[in-house]
């Protein structure tokens, strides 16, 4: 059993920087894939970006390749979604989601999700 935590959502202007924590329970954390999903407003969620256990492969949506990049501390039972360069269009509830597929796009292979952390970007 795996619990993830989000955190670091807020307020910012477009331009502007986030970057979103997701603390994970339990020692299996480093045995699974991690990705970030989000949800905009009258949107179906969608992928943003993943990493696979060890860290040394990411993969990115189009949307926020060059913008966003996706970390993982092991030793910590965290995965980190540095945002830069923020637009409206970024403004999402945000997910995380652990699996065991490295890079899936398909949420129904994710098997924990967190309850989702509020990012809002002003124009």
């Known amino acids: 059993q795996v619990q993830l935590v989000e955190s670091g959502g807020g307020l910012v202007q477009a331009g502007g920087s986030l970057r979103l924590s997701c603390a994970a329970s339990g020692r299996t954390f480093r045995s699974y894939a991690m990705s970030w999903f989000r949800q905009g407003p009258g949107k179906e969620r969608e992928f943003v970006a993943a990493?696979?256990?060890?860290?040394?492969?990411?993969y990115y949506a189009d949307s926020v390749k060059g913008r966003f990049t996706i970390s993982r501390d092991n030793a910590k039972n965290t995965v980190y979604l540095q945002m830069n360069s923020l637009k409206p269009e970024d403004t999402a509830v945000y997910y995380c989601?652990?699996?065991?597929?490295?890079?899936?796009?398909?949420?129904?292979?994710?098997?924990?999700w967190g309850q989702g952390t509020q990012v809002t970007v002003s124009s």
């Open positions: 990493i696979n256990w060890s860290g040394g492969t990411t």
């Open positions: 989601a652990a699996g065991r597929l490295p890079g899936s796009r398909r949420q129904d292979e994710y098997d924990y």
